[in-house]
């Protein structure tokens, strides 16, 4: 009888490590990092599990309430979303803004995972992390996503508490947006986690506000009718490959994902005191931002 325990609970634990599985990717504008591990369960005392940790039985209810997106999370999600910036807070992070469009895409990939009976981050004839998440209308600068294979959402969580670039997803200050999916595969419970650098929806107009705001604190005026020949002189250089439209002194032309600050050589040109105005242009940054979102801007100076 001993000898046969024994042997049960090895097959318990041989369980256990083979379906305890996950991986992560990070990508930034130009690079990206993807990771893959295995895993021991943890203990249930380990300081990097979340304080109110849920029952590992999942009830038919959680299973029921995560079969759609919403603005919302639910269910098995909402654990997970609950364990993330419980990890966050307890470190001096902000939390995470659960995003509806992350939340389809992470759906979408889960339903692969579980339909392939495997982890990735991307299946033959599938997009890629940066094209799934654009394409479901995400907004973003950084997009990071984290994928596992486990019984329960608590122990999904602690694993990824327990693997360093998992960790690194759910611990990076630099991400203010997730959507998590989870479902139930034949060996265990699928999740996908995708995170974001969530940037503003901003129309044109709404851009050029923006900047123009920043060159008014300067103390230089800027030319904020629409029919003034300035502003769309400044519109009309930003479509531009090269050279300006108009008869300015001096132009400015960047594309950037955060319009809360002016690129550095226009901050020098309107410290200098040579210009008392500036019209400023928006335009569309077209298909060179490589799935990221950008602003293309264009600052002409009299």
């Not at 690079?31 to 109110?52: E, K, L, V």
Request: charge should be neutral; include cysteine; glycine fraction near 6%.
């Amino acid at each position: 009888m001993l000898k046969l325990r024994s042997t049960f609970f090895s097959a318990i634990l041989i369980f256990i490590v083979l379906a305890m599985v996950c991986s992560a990717i990070l990508v930034r504008e130009g690079q990206a990092q993807s990771s893959a591990s295995s895993f021991n369960a943890q203990s249930a005392g380990d300081p990097n599990r979340p304080p109110i940790a849920q029952s590992s039985q999942r009830s038919a209810q959680h299973v029921l309430l995560t079969s759609k997106s919403s603005a919302v999370p639910y269910g098995d999600d909402e654990i997970l979303f609950d364990h993330v910036n419980e990890s966050r807070v307890l470190t001096g992070l902000p939390v995470l803004r659960w995003d509806a469009n992350l939340a389809a895409a992470a759906k979408k990939h889960c339903a692969l995972m579980v339909q392939h009976a495997a982890l990735s981050h991307q299946f033959p004839g599938e997009q890629g992390l940066k094209e799934r998440v654009r394409d479901a209308g995400a907004e973003f600068t950084v997009v990071a996503e984290n994928v596992a294979l486990a019984p329960t959402p608590d122990e999904i969580h602690d694993e990824w508490m327990h693997s360093p670039p998992h960790r690194a997803n759910i611990l990076d200050p630099e991400l203010t947006s997730i959507g998590i999916a989870e479902m139930p595969g034949n060996r265990g419970l699928y999740a996908v986690q995708d995170f974001s650098r969530a940037v503003e929806n901003l129309t044109l107009p709404e851009q050029e506000e923006k900047v123009r705001a920043l060159i008014s604190e300067g103390g230089v005026r800027t030319a904020d009718n629409p029919e003034r020949t300035q502003w769309s002189d400044a519109r009309k250089t930003c479509q531009m490959t090269s050279g300006y439209a108009g008869n300015a002194a001096a132009y400015v032309k960047f594309d950037s994902a955060d319009l809360s600050q002016l690129p550095g050589k226009l901050k020098t040109l309107l410290a200098s005191g040579k210009y008392r105005a500036a019209a400023v242009g928006a335009c569309n940054p077209g298909n060179g931002s490589d799935g990221f979102t950008r602003y293309k801007i264009a600052v002409l100076l009299y």
